[in-house]
């Protein structure tokens, strides 16, 4: 699994926050209770790989959901993009919801960027400008 959805997270302050104040974390790979889960989250991080797996009825009224996943499915002879999350149900109750495609992809990039321009002012045995 790609580490890049979760270091953004990493470096904000509003998630450490959390963490302190004692916030759950989870991080499941198949759980029985998967929508169990899902319903009781504020914020729903979906890199699954699988198209729509998470169901627009398990998202909390109100929760935050960032959908990292993107597969190519075909529907009536169209291939379209998904996420691992069912947009459309997940709308209706979430607070907010990334779109697929569109959402992170340009986090991922500026963030490959972020790290090209680093690695080039390491190389350059230059001092690395602050965020």
Known sequence: MSRLPAWPLERCRAAR??????????????????AEKVGRADIVVAAVGQAEMV???WIKPGATVIDVGTSRVIRDG???????????????????ITPVPGGVGPMTI????????????R??????PEL
């Open 110 to 121: 500026m963030t490959l960027m972020h790290n090209t321009l680093v690695a080039a002012f």
């Open 123 to 128: 190389r350059a045995d230059l001092s690395v």
């Open 78 to 96: 169209q291939t379209l993009l998904k996420g691992d999350v069912d947009f459309e149900g997940a709308s209706t109750r979430a607070r907010a």
């Open 55 to 57: 169901k627009g009825e």
């Open 17 to 34: 926050s959390l963490v302190r104040e004692c916030a759950m974390v989870t991080v499941q790979l198949s759980p029985s209770d998967l």
